[in-house]
């Protein structure tokens, strides 16, 4: 019996290579067979997931936070020129900052140094996951900070994200959760515009560019960047369909299971790929809303420490024994 483990992080408590150890250690312990394969949705901790399907090395990079602070941050560079970046390294809405966390100045400029960064170590097509920032500037930031930097050196930017959102309506969709009053929505709103109109090619009508605040919009009008779920990126970089092919059961995760999971997230790729394969869910939390959405799955499982998703993994394997 073959038990793919494919978890997301359990956000500020466990990695997805933490979370696929506990379970896969369990199911083993019960007679199964663990194919461990991390996942990600374009958002926080994407870089760690893909390190091992692309090949990455991990290289420390001088960038700026969302606020104008120098700070450091980690990029992925491949032997093949591959390079993958997390835009929440430099300009995530829990960088670390001392002052005022203002939505109206955080900028996407760090962001810009690491991308000019990896094109100046030769990448030929850089990967951005898009989740997780604080800004609001339309990536403006990032195309100075780039520019700045020596520009894109003939490489391809492909900007990964697990939202639909267009250019114009970030502000409203994602401003409230960065600090930005119904005021301060307004005005980043009304900023947003006029750089859609000042852009090469105006993304205001493309799904998907508004993403991080506006970031994937202003790649994708300034440099062309493809724009993709960063959920099946994922999921075609770590092999999925060829490892579900050869399960009995699917086990997925996450820190919280609800309404929202539902909505592009890495779970609901999954599902959409597994054909009849059973799939389990181990999660932190339940949502009130999740609904009908339970029905998905063979079992939905608990369990909000590493023991106890061990004690899951073994759940699983006997089920499936």
Known sequence: MTVLIAPDSFKGTYTATQVAEAIGRGVEESGGRALRLPVADGGEGTLDVLVE???????????????????????????HGVAVVELAAASGVTTSHDGPRD?????????????????????????????????????????????????LRGASITVLTDVTTRYVDAARVFGPQKGADPATVELLTRRLV??????????????????????????????????RSGAEYVLDAGGFDTLAAGADSIVVGEGRLDGQTRAGKIISAILARAGDTRVYAVVGSVGEDLGDYRSRFAEVIVASDTTAMRAAGRRIGARNS
Not at 57 to 79: F, K, Y
Not at 196 to 225: E, K, N
């Open 103 to 151: 939505p109206v100045t955080a900028d996407t400029y760090g962001t810009g140094m690491l991308v000019a960064a990896a094109a100046r170590r030769g990448a030929r097509r850089i990967v951005v996951a898009a989740g997780g920032s604080a800004t609001t500037d339309g990536g403006t930031g990032a195309i100075a900070a780039i520019e700045d930097g020596g520009g």
């Open 194 to 227: 006029d750089t859609a109109r000042r852009l090469p090619r105006d993304p205001s009508g493309v799904d998907a560019t508004g993403a991080a605040g506006g970031f994937s919009g202003g790649m994708w009008a300034q440099y062309g960047a493809e724009l």
């Open 53 to 79: 399907p692309l090949g990455l090395d991990r290289v420390t990079v001088e960038a700026r936070n969302p606020w104008g602070v120098p700070c450091t941050a980690t990029i992925g560079l491949s032997d």
